[in-house]
Structure formats: C-alpha cells, structure tokens
C-alpha cells in the first residue's frame, strides 16, 4: 500500500499543474546482509551505443481526461552488457503478464479489447469522421485503465459512438480475427458485446466501497465468482489464525469461486463448495489460472537469473519462478524476504500479485512489474533518511506501545525506471515500499524506492499555469516555486520510507485485512501521509541536510490542505462520492485537521472575488494536530478497532461538497489541463550476432496506439473467454 497502485504525489506544485498523483506500493523485507557475487562486473565489456536514441519531448499526447508522457532512463547506454541483457530479461518478463492484469479488472476486458484491436487494425470503412475519432479515444482509454473501467474513478466508461456504428465497424472487419467462441455467429457475438460495452448499468463499477452494500457482488473486478461479501469473509475466518507470527497472505493469488473445480485445476484453500482456483502454472498434472502467460514470464526470468548481479538476486529470482509454477504464498514470502536483503545491486525489479486495491475485501492482489537501476547519486545523498529511521520511530506521536523497539532493514533508494507493465503502467506510482506483509517488516525490514525519472518527467511536463489561481498571495506563490518540489518529494520520501515501515500490530490483532477490512488500505495510506507530515517541520530534516529549510514543510502543508479540502475534487463527477483509497485518505486527513482548529483558526476558509482557498494559519499548530490523527490511526490499526476506522472514513473521507467540486471543475477549466497522465514504455531492443546478445539499445515509442498495438500483438498470451 505502500502501490502501487500511493498513486502518489508528485511535488505539489508540480501536482497542482499537471494534476497526476500516482499510487503509492507497496513493502517488502530488507536486512542488510553482505551477498555473494556470482558474477564479476569489473570483468565484463561495457556494451557501447554509438547511435544513441535521443529521447522526445516528455509531452506525447491528449485524449479523453488523459495524457500521455515520456520518461528517460539515463545511464542506459554506459552499462555493461550483462545489466543490459538483466534489464531486457526482466522487461520482456514484466510485459509477458500484461494480459493478466486486464482479465483481472474484469472478466469481459480481453474480450472487449481484441474485438476493437481488431477493428483498428482491419476495418475497411471510414476512417475520417467524429465517430472513428470517438472509436479511437474508447480503444485508448481501454489501454490506459487495462479495461473498460476508469483507472482511478472504477466507473465503466461508455463509448461516445452509437451501438448501430460499432456494429457497423464490425461487419467491415476481418471476422477471422474476433475472438469470437468456436461456431459462434457474429449475431451472438455481437449480443454479448452490447450489454457489456454499452449498459452502464451491467458491471457498472470495478471496485464499489460503497457502506451498506455487499462489496463482492456490486464489483465487476474479476476476483470472485458467485459469491457474496459474508460468505467470503467466514471463509477466510475458518484459516486465519490471529495467533500466527508468520502468517500468509491469503488470496493473495488466486480466484475465489462457488462451484465444483474443473478437474486438472491448481486449487489451494477449499471447504464447503468453495475453492481458490491459483494463479500458477501448475505441477504434476494440474494447471493454474493464467498459465499460459506465466509460463511466458517463467521464460524470461530464466533468463534473466543467467545474468543475475549477485548469487543473492539470483535466488530471488529463482524463487519468483517457483513461486509461479507452484503458486505456493509460502514461496512467494521467502523470496520477499530474499528480496529485501538484496540491496547492493545495481539493477532490481518488483514482478509480482502485489498491491490489493483493486479487490473490494483487501485479499486479492494485481498483477505488476517495475524494472529499474539505481541512481547511485541521489541514493547517496537520501541515504540518510533510512540510516536514521529509528530517531523517526522512537520520536512520532503514536502510542510508546505501538511503536518498534527496533528498526531492521529499512533501505531507500531514488531509482531509474527502465520498463512498467501490468498495473504499473500506462498509469504509475512514484513511490514503492516493500513487502505489504506486516511481519516480514517488522522481522526482516522494507525496501522504499523513489521513481526519480518518473518524478522528473511529471516535473518537466507540468508547467505551473495554476499556481496563481490557487494560491492567492505572493508569499504563497514564491515558496511554493523556491520549496515546493523538494516538499513534495520529501513527502514521497517520508511516505514510503518512515510512513509504511512505522509502527506495530498488537499480538494476537490479525492483520488488518481481517481486523479493518474494506478500510484498511485508505488508512494504511493516511498513517503513511501523517507520518511524512509530522515530520516535515521537525528542524532534524534541516540538520540531516534533507531540508534547505522549513519552508520546504510549510510549502507541503499548504498544498496538501488544498489538494485534500478541495482540488482533487476535479477528478470526480458531480453528485459523486469519493472511492478511491489515496483520494478518501487526503480528504479525511485535510477534513479532520480543519475540524479540529477551527476553533483557533489554524486554517481558515477564506473567499476572495468570490474563489474559496483554505489557508494555514499556524504550521506549528497543524503538524501537532497531524501527530493526534496519526495516534489515533496507529492504535486503530495495531488493535484492530474496525468501528473506530469506519466512522473515521465514512465521516471524513466519502462524502463530497458538491458546491466546492462544482467550483474547483470551473476554475480548472480555464487551463484546459487533463486530470490524468500516464507513459509510454521504453523498448529495450537486442542487437543480435548470430544466437548472441551483443547489445541491447533503448529506444523511445512515438505513439501511444502503434505501443499498444505492438504489445498486444507481442504479449498476448491469454484467451478471451
């Protein structure tokens, strides 16, 4: 949670201009222990590029809400050639998975997806006219959120072309080329489509955490079949042992599903009727759900555990291939554990099931990969923050009790990504901690990456047309241009680093999956913000040399109160409530702090020439108010207290001023600024002699379409069904 998927935040200034907060991942475990090296880097040929791609404009393209960047991995070219080879395995293994996460947001989507791929590529109409053009933003909004539900908002999206036009894209199509069922018509196929693609009313939403329904039937997410929101909550009950110290993600991995398993089927927990179908490819006869592209993967990373810097990463690998042809969750927390300890790699990935967002019930994870090296540099000089990690432990404002006696295994590093996919792409976080499992961190420690070229491209991009309209002074102003950057990325920092490894769960509470359910991951995000708040205005990040100043923390407080109060309101429609976990958490810790000084005004509501701005009043105030809520939300989580997170959330966190989205949708208006961005991937291409690597040059895509086509062309590995 700690990704994934916070869909973080970029500076705020720079948040504020482009508008693309991110998802913030997940943790995995770290202890710094020496590795032994299997592979002599000083000896091996520095791979030369003499015809060196040059990298486009970061700005690419606009459609619908969304635009699309371009991000730059410098360095590339002076690797040796093993990296490169390492980088490419792994690349190539992340993008093999890229169907999985489509069938995961909803069982329709590869279906949905190859039938407009097919059009695109094959009609023989008209090309020329508003309804192609509208044909076209559907099919790339559909590759943007990996379904036909928004990214962020989880509503189905609907096509802005009639039903009668589609059918008529359809019948000047190659028919061969549908995925159409073995004797099926085209009248039938095309009956099946309509609800699908043209009912808002059928699968209506991806992920609904809406209080008083049932979570599991009203979600289209593709993690349960026939199955209520209680029968899969007692399920998991039977085998949850709260006082277990090493206890396994459950569902992590797999479907849930009410029905007899096909026979040959890699089936984990059952009891009465209902069974988990695994991901995984399956040993002695039986075979997982999405074998095909993990088998794929398994490829890859077979591959890549040849070219493996250390003798410690190649048993993460190792692991990982284990871990998919097996399915076992036991596997997959020790080669967590492995992961963590390896940290004196230059080159070092995330593939895996890991952030749970997108399942209602925190269970079942989505599939992702971020390949990345690090940026020796700025690592150096960040070093500092993770070196003092218990300084930040022993002194935040949560309970004595619920706080580490000691630290183990907190690393950061500000990295350079060199290839997304899955649920990390086009729409990615900008910062990772690892693993989500609570005892892994606490026993073994975390790893916290910041995705500093991802980060820079958002910078580059995003101008700064807003700030005036949104900050009404010129003191404003200008601190946010001297400190709001450095702000903003200290609190990505703060977030992953301290924020995700902080704190403790009382014995015997459960995780908090069990314990605070649909709830979990908002205030798992919000003790992750409070944390990085609390300590944006203690003089100890001056003295580290991590600050220039405190206005750095004063420019961040600013600009999280107006994000909170009222300008990430622009994403949602109106009359709408706030569903997303990042959105929920900013709002109720934005709300709750200005409940809670009004009396002495800490900030204050101000309207001027009729613009509503909340300003702070008195920092010092503010972050002492941060520290109660995050005392309060640390006791929520270490005892489990679900009544408390509920009222905390539904009070603070759902409910929208629809004057203020009304006003904040107008003033953006001006600046014709799309709420949403996302990238395109590099490709990582092999320069071969005969059956040998020779080099692997990078070069950057043009076209966010002619991407997607490649890739689904390339990648395809699941069947529609």
Not at 518 to 544: G, H, M, W
Request: net charge negative; proline share 3%; hydrophobic share 35%.
């Amino acid at each position: 949670m700690n990704l994934v998927q916070l869909k973080s935040k970029v500076s705020y200034y720079g948040l504020l201009a482009a508008f693309c907060a991110g998802t913030v991942f997940l943790p995995a475990c770290n202890d710094k222990k020496p590795t032994d090296t299997t592979t002599e880097v000083t000896t091996d040929s520095v791979a030369t590029n003499t015809e060196k791609e040059e990298i486009p404009p970061y700005d690419s393209e606009r459609f619908a809400d969304l635009r699309i960047l371009r991000y730059e991995v410098k360095g590339f070219d002076e690797l040796p050639l093993s990296q490169k080879k390492l980088l490419y395995y792994l690349s190539e293994a992340g993008r093999s998975g890229r169907d999985i996460t489509y069938d995961q947001n909803y069982k329709n989507n590869l279906l949905v997806r190859k039938t407009l791929e097919n059009i695109y590529k094959t009609y023989n109409g008209d090309k020329s006219g508003e309804d192609w053009q509208n044909f076209e933003t559907y099919l790339k909004r559909i590759w943007f959120s990996n379904g036909i539900h928004h990214h962020y908002s989880e509503k189905k999206m609907m096509p802005e072309f009639s039903y009668e036009y589609f059918e008529g894209l359809v019948n000047n199509s190659d028919v061969a080329d549908f995925p159409t069922k073995e004797g099926e018509e085209m009248t039938a196929f095309l009956a099946e489509l309509k609800p699908i693609m043209f009912d808002a009313n059928v699968d209506g939403k991806k992920v609904n955490k809406t209080k008083g329904q049932d979570l599991v039937k009203t979600s289209a997410a593709n993690f349960y079949e026939n199955l209520s929101q209680k029968e899969v909550e007692n399920f998991y009950k039977i085998f949850a042992d709260k006082n277990d110290a090493t206890p396994i993600s459950y569902g992590l991995n797999s479907q849930l599903i009410r029905g007899e398993a096909p026979e040959g089927a890699l089936v984990g927990l059952s009891k009465d009727g209902i069974y988990e179908y695994k991901y995984g490819i399956g040993t002695e006869g039986k075979r997982g759900k999405y074998a095909a592209a993990l088998e794929k993967m398994v490829y890859w990373l077979e591959k890549a555990s040849t070219v493996a810097e250390s003798a410690q990463q190649k048993k993460v690998i190792d692991l990982l291939v284990k871990y998919y042809k097996t399915g076992d969750l036991k596997t997959f927390d020790e080669m967590s554990i492995a992961w963590v300890e390896t940290t004196d790699t230059n080159v070092d990935f995330i593939n895996g099931f890991i952030e749970v967002y997108g399942d209602p019930l925190g269970y079942r994870a989505h599939y992702e990969s971020v390949i990345f090296m690090d940026d020796k540099e700025a690592s150096k000089r960040m070093a500092v923050l993770s070196e003092n990690a218990q300084y930040f432990e022993d002194n935040s404002s949560i309970m004595d009790e619920h706080k580490k006696k000691e630290v183990k295994g907190v690393t950061y590093r500000i990295i350079t990504v060199v290839n997304e996919a899955g649920d990390a792409a086009p729409s990615t976080p900008i910062g990772i901690n690892l693993p989500n499992a609570n005892w892994i961190r606490k026993q073994h420690g975390s790893k916290s990456v910041s995705l500093g070229n991802i980060e820079d491209a958002y910078n580059h991009a995003a101008g700064g047309k807003t700030l005036a309209e949104f900050y009404p002074t010129e003191e404003l102003q200008n601190r946010q241009k001297e400190y709001g950057e450095i702000g903003g990325k200290m609190h990505t920092a703060l977030h992953e680093v301290i924020g995700h490894a902080s704190g403790q769960i009382n014995d015997g509470v459960g995780t908090p999956k069990e314990t605070l359910k649909n709830y979990s991951s908002t205030l798992e995000e919000a003790r992750a913000d409070l944390v990085a708040l609390y300590y944006l205005l203690d003089p100890k990040l001056v003295e580290l040399n991590l600050l220039p100043s405190l206005e750095a923390g004063k420019a961040e407080y600013d600009g999280y109160i107006m994000n909170g109060m009222m300008l990430q309101l622009r994403r949602l429609d109106e009359g709408a409530d706030i569903e997303e976990d990042h959105m929920r958490n900013r709002q109720l810790v934005a709300k709750w702090a200005y409940e809670k000084g009004h009396a002495e005004n800490v900030i204050e509501k101000k309207v001027i020439d009729g613009k509503t701005y909340f300003l702070v009043n008195d920092y010092d105030k503010l972050r002492v108010i941060f520290g109660e809520l995050l005392r309060e939300i640390q006791r929520i989580k270490s005892e489990g207290d679900y009544e408390a997170a509920e009222k905390l959330v539904e009070g603070y966190g759902v409910k929208v001023d629809g004057a203020m989205l009304k006003e904040v949708k107008e003033r953006y208006a001006q600046f014709d600024i799309a709420p949403y961005s996302g990238f395109l991937q590099p490709v990582l291409e092999p320069v071969m002699e005969g059956d040998e690597i020779k080099d692997v040059k990078i070069r950057y895509a043009t076209s966010f379409a002619e991407q997607m086509m490649n890739f689904s062309e390339n990648y395809s590995f699941l069947k529609a069904e």
